[in-house]
């Protein structure tokens, strides 16, 4: 696609529920990152896809927070049994890599908005 | 860990006056710099980036930023700011690997006519 898309752009859901979020990145893309970006703040970096590594979850606030990747397309972002400090906007990029060095840019979409209740 | 400090929270300027918003950062190798801007109900874009090379960087819709290592800084500039420019703006530094990279919180800029 032309751009890096995102969905639902909005999502309410009740305290305890399960939501599942959705990235779709720029086809030939090879790494995917995940951030959250709570009210007035900066981006927190979630996680982050590259290839077939293992991806890097060292940004994943808690085990309720999931993400999986099919290849080098879509991913997924779940979140289990959501609290309310768990609302935020979730923002997914893409970029291309090539090599372990690398000056890619990363392309962000939209963002999901996430509210619990 | 590297870190990046954006000091405006919120900053305030006339349409065709100059912009200045200030980043610093904290990284232990040869950073790589970016600006962010985000605008209302829009998703992030790259405004100008810095690898290496000459310090001063220049970037889309008239802005510049300069990187200055020896105050661990990478402000972003503008000559005369238009009311389009509205919009929140980000600081981010990382490295070789993308997954490195940290953002500042942000500085919400204002234009009044």
């Known amino acids: 696609g032309a751009g890096v898309s995102q969905s639902p752009s909005n999502k309410v859901t009740e305290k305890g529920k399960d939501v599942e979020l959705r990235c779709d990145p720029i086809?030939?893309?090879?790494?995917l990152y995940w951030y959250r970006q709570r009210l007035g703040q900066g981006l927190e970096f979630l996680i982050y896809?590259?290839?077939?590594?293992?991806?890097?979850k060292s940004g994943l606030p808690s085990d309720r927070f999931s993400a999986e990747r099919t290849g080098e397309s879509v991913s997924t972002l779940t979140i289990q049994r959501t609290q309310q400090e768990d609302s935020a906007v979730y923002l997914c990029?893409?970029?291309?890599?090539?090599?372990?060095?690398?000056?890619?840019?990363?392309?962000f979409g939209p963002g999901t908005r996430l509210t619990v209740l | 860990a590297q870190s990046v400090t954006q000091p405006d929270i919120h900053i305030t300027v006339s349409e065709g006056a100059s912009l200045e918003l200030r980043c610093n950062y904290s990284?232990?190798?040869?950073?790589?710099l970016f600006w962010y801007v985000q605008s209302p109900g829009q998703g992030l874009q790259l405004l100008l980036k810095?690898?290496?090379?000459?310090?001063l960087v220049q970037g889309i819709k008239g802005f510049e930023a300069e990187f200055k290592r020896s105050q661990s800084s990478f402000n972003l500039r503008k000559p005369s700011v238009h009311w389009s420019d509205a919009a929140e703006y980000f600081c981010?530094?990382?490295?070789?690997?993308?997954?490195?990279?940290?953002f500042g919180a942000g500085t919400r800029l204002t234009v009044k006519p």
């Open positions: 990029a893409s970029s291309f890599r090539a090599g372990k060095q690398s000056t890619d840019t990363q392309y």
């Open positions: 086809s030939g893309h090879t790494a």
């Open positions: 896809f590259q290839g077939n590594s293992a991806p890097d």
């Open positions: 990284y232990g190798a040869t950073p790589y």
């Open positions: 810095y690898f290496s090379g000459d310090t």
């Open positions: 981010a530094v990382g490295g070789r690997n993308n997954n490195d990279m940290r």
